[in-house]
C-alpha cells in the first residue's frame, strides 16, 4: 500500500459554494449559519489561502465541534485523490 499525502491545498471560504472551478466544496450547514470552503489543487485567484491540509482538516473539525454540525464533500470536478486524503483527514 502507497501512503498519498497532499502538501498545500488553495481554499476560499465563502457563504455559497462554488460550483464550476473544478474544485471540491467542503460545507458546514446548521440552522443558523453555511460555511462553504472551497478547495483547489491549484491556485484559482490572489482570493485563494494557501493552507496545509491537515491544517484544513483540524479546523474542518474544531468547525463541526463549534457548530454541532458534519461536514460534508462534494467534488465539482476530477479530483478524486484530493477528496479521497481530505475524506481520510476530516
Known amino acids: 500500500m502507497r501512503k498519498v499525502t497532499f502538501g498545500n491545498v488553495y481554499v476560499i471560504p465563502s457563504d455559497t459554494a462554488i460550483t464550476d472551478g473544478g474544485n471540491l466544496v467542503i460545507s458546514l450547514v446548521n440552522a443558523r449559519i453555511q460555511i462553504h470552503f472551497n478547495v483547489f489543487p491549484y491556485s ?3 482570493e485563494a489561502i494557501t493552507m496545509n491540509a491537515e491544517d484544513l482538516s483540524m479546523l474542518i473539525k474544531n468547525l463541526e465541534h463549534l457548530l454541532n454540525t ?3 464533500i462534494k467534488d465539482y470536478g476530477q479530483n478524486l ?3 479521497l486524503v481530505l475524506e481520510r483527514l476530516i
Open 44 to 46: 484559482p485567484s490572489r
Open 81 to 83: 485523490l484530493l477528496r
Open 70 to 72: 458534519t461536514a460534508r
